[in-house]
């Protein structure tokens, strides 16, 4: 059975940010997905409208089997939600923050107290349990933050943005714990995220989302093992952008080429080979070239492959 | 029933928060305490004027003072909720079962348990400057009255919060707000030595009500009937600003 199934969900705000725009895709039982695209693709209202939180405009959702719309109620019992501005009640004690959690949730008595200490200890956090939030270190916090998702024991947890803001030991370390937490509960997770590699370590299949819609979907080695060979990219100078890309267009060898600003991104069988070939027929045109570099296909090559833009690019212009 | 728990839940965290505060709390205890001696010093000969009949100033600022006091705090309460917006803590308790009305009611909630406590105090020393104030029954009406007032205008204000949801307008509201109400009614000053229009007017303000009905047993002559009135009126109040309240809080999820 699938534990999520998003079906053409679109919503706009105002009349001219179309958000969501037919945005489709499931998740099976026990499953890490992840959603990753640039900012503003439309991840967060995907993730908001399965939690409830806001209603789409067009299109329908379940959530462990409810529909997101007419049993909210039922969705909100099965879900943790575990949004990007974290949300913790920072002149509160680590510990009154998941009892309250709970609380809200309809758990109580000793059931609640146990559960609360396990989640503390599980995440490194029984040291502080009884310290006020604000004392704590911005990954102490996102920590908290998930555990506090996790309280009810629910069968969905949406993680919007886990590691977003941290510094990289602690997004290193909050990875840990989340790769723990994918196997010990038999827990279905849906992971939005705008960092490449945080959606190939952690999700087992993956979407790539682009102006609310999926563009590509799959498994992160089967995303980049469709694209044959090596990634070469050439930063150029200089005018004649275009005509650089026609001469690459023609190099035996080279499958693929886009052009995105005044990065020529290129798809070859072999990298080592294909360089000097390319740099010598670019230079032979008295193409400026300033920067090559080569990289095995990375899950940032598959979206320029499925969009015809450069990832980092589209996250810094929507930032 | 789930809302009632709910509420007392959101209401005691609120609480507990506000409980490490110690300037929080010292200002809560100081300023009606100041508000109470300086207006006692400042405005001791105005019963001298008529129309002040024969009730001593004690006795006739007490009930004023925990008015002010519970207004003021209701005004203001709707920063907290801005607070709880602002760190996303609104968010997260939105995507539990918890009630969404239980929200709201645990923050309006919390504003009148402090107002009372505050009345409390302020009836206290009242009572040791000398205010009779009726008795208990007299006593009971003005707790009753400062709880239903901070409640009302906490509704007013969570309202306000979640429609401007910023700051500097919900503090420019409040502040719009405060004195005129004050000045429209007769907290400080004896009803008969307002000019008449203002007098007209001033039964429209809660805050009018609010005194009139906290100030009835001190005042000869006032019956249960102009007493009970006040009191249903500003129920009725709280009902309409809860409501109010409620709404905004659907209108500021719809813009998540």
């Known amino acids: ?319 | 029933m789930t809302v009632i728990s709910q509420t007392l839940i959101l209401c005691a965290r609120v609480l507990r928060n506000l409980s490490r505060q110690p300037i929080w709390i010292a200002v809560m205890i100081v300023q009606p305490m100041f508000w109470l001696l300086l207006y006692s010093q400042l405005f001791r000969r105005i019963t001298d004027l008529p129309g002040f009949g024969t009730v001593s100033y004690v006795d006739y600022l007490t009930p004023g003072v925990a008015i002010m006091t519970a207004f003021f705090s209701g005004s203001w309460a709707g920063m907290g909720m801005i607070e709880d917006l602002d760190r996303g803590v609104l968010e997260r308790f939105l995507a539990t079962p918890a009630s969404r009305a239980a929200i709201v009611f645990g923050r309006i909630l919390q504003s009148a348990i402090v107002a009372t406590l505050q009345a409390l105090l302020i009836l206290l020393v009242g009572i040791l400057l000398g205010a009779t104030n009726g008795g208990i029954v007299g006593w009971l009406v003005i707790l009753l009255a400062a709880f239903l007032t901070a409640a009302g205008f906490a509704g007013l204000s969570h309202g306000i919060a979640l429609r401007t949801r910023q700051e500097a307008s919900m503090i420019a509201v409040a502040q719009f707000l405060s004195l005129p109400l004050l000045f429209f009614s007769s907290l400080l000053i004896a009803r008969t030595l307002i000019p008449g229009w203002m007098q007209s007017f001033s039964l429209l303000n809660p805050v009018e009500w609010a005194v009139r009905a906290a100030r009835g047993e001190a005042i000869p002559g006032t019956g249960w009937d102009e007493m009970g009135t006040f009191l249903l009126l500003l129920g009725g109040f709280l009902a309409l600003t809860t409501t109010f309240a409620t709404r905004s809080f659907r209108s500021y999820q719809r813009t998540l």
């Open chain 1, 1 to 319: 059975m699938d534990a999520i199934v998003v079906d053409g969900l679109e919503k706009s705000y105002g009349k001219d940010v179309r958000a969501l725009d037919g945005i489709r895709f499931s998740v099976p039982e026990g499953e890490v997905f992840g959603l990753l695209g640039p900012n503003g693709a439309g991840k967060s209202t995907t993730v908001r409208i399965l939690a409830t939180l806001t209603k789409a405009d067009a299109g329908r959702a379940t959530v462990a089997g409810h529909d997101v719309a007419s049993e909210a109620g039922a969705v909100r019992r099965a879900i943790g939600y575990v949004p990007q501005a974290s949300g913790v009640d920072r002149e509160a004690t680590g510990r009154e923050n998941l009892v309250l959690q709970g609380r809200l949730q309809g758990m109580r008595g000793a059931d609640l107290e146990r559960r609360s200490a396990d989640l503390l200890e599980t995440f490194g956090l029984s040291d502080k349990a009884n310290a006020l939030v604000k004392t704590y270190s911005g990954g102490m916090k996102r920590r908290l933050d998930v555990a506090m998702g996790l309280v009810h024991r629910p069968h969905v947890l949406f993680l919007d943005e886990p590691t977003t803001g941290l510094d990289p030991e602690a997004r290193a370390a909050m990875w840990e714990e989340l790769e723990s937490l994918a196997a010990a509960e038999s827990l279905t997770i849906l992971l939005t995220t705008h960092y490449l590699e945080e959606a190939d370590r952690l999700a087992r299949r993956v979407a790539i989302v682009s102006r609310g819609k999926v563009v590509v979907e799959g498994t992160p080695e089967a995303l980049k093992s469709a694209l044959r060979g090596d990634a070469v990219t050439i930063e150029l100078g200089g005018t004649d952008t275009d005509g650089a890309a026609e001469i690459a267009r023609g190099l035996a060898g080279v499958h693929e080429v886009t052009m995105d600003g005044r990065r020529l991104h290129l798809r070859v069988d072999h990298g080592a080979q294909a360089v000097p070939v390319i740099l010598a027929a670019l230079d032979a045109t008295g193409a400026d070239v300033q920067a090559v570099t080569v990289s095995r296909p990375s899950l940032d090559d598959v979206y320029l492959h499925h969009t015809g833009r450069d990832f980092r690019a589209d996250d810094g212009e929507l930032r």
